[in-house]
């Protein structure tokens, strides 16, 4: 079984709503921090959010605060991301990332897995 496996990608329009999923083994998911990062075409990849693995420590990326929400359902080995007020600079692969330091994600190097990531098309 893959570590991590993103979906719920797709092409919207600005203003819209759209909630990405990234499915994790068992015990990736309940012992790991996991988080979001994007990359979108000539741009450097940037972290969205990341969650500690009991969901006592949040983090968001500047450019999506007060719109995006993390959050993980250890029972379903499931990770969340809900996209409010989508923007065309949204657009981006967005891939789903786990790794024991939650400290890591906040440079994203070394990170321990990767999902394939899953595209999100906002259009104007």
């Known amino acids: 079984q893959a570590p991590l496996v993103e979906s719920g990608g797709g092409l919207v329009q600005a203003g819209d709503s759209l909630k990405v999923s990234c499915a994790a083994a068992?015990?990736?998911?309940?012992?790991?921090?996991i988080g979001w990062f994007r990359q979108a075409p000539g741009k450097e990849r940037e972290i969205v959010a990341v969650?500690?693995?009991?969901?006592?420590?949040?983090f968001y990326g500047d450019s999506v605060k007060g719109r995006f929400t993390i959050s993980r359902d250890n029972a379903k080995s499931t990770i969340f991301l809900q996209m409010n007020s989508l923007k065309p600079e949204d657009t981006a692969v967005y891939l789903c990332?786990?790794?024991?330091?939650?400290?890591?994600?906040?440079?994203?190097?070394?990170?321990?897995?990767w999902g394939q990531g899953t595209q999100v098309t906002v259009s104007s």
């Open positions: 990332a786990a790794d024991p330091r939650y400290d890591a994600f906040m440079t994203g190097r070394s990170i321990l897995y």
């Open positions: 068992e015990r990736t998911a309940s012992t790991y921090a």
């Open positions: 969650i500690s693995r009991n969901g006592d420590a949040v």
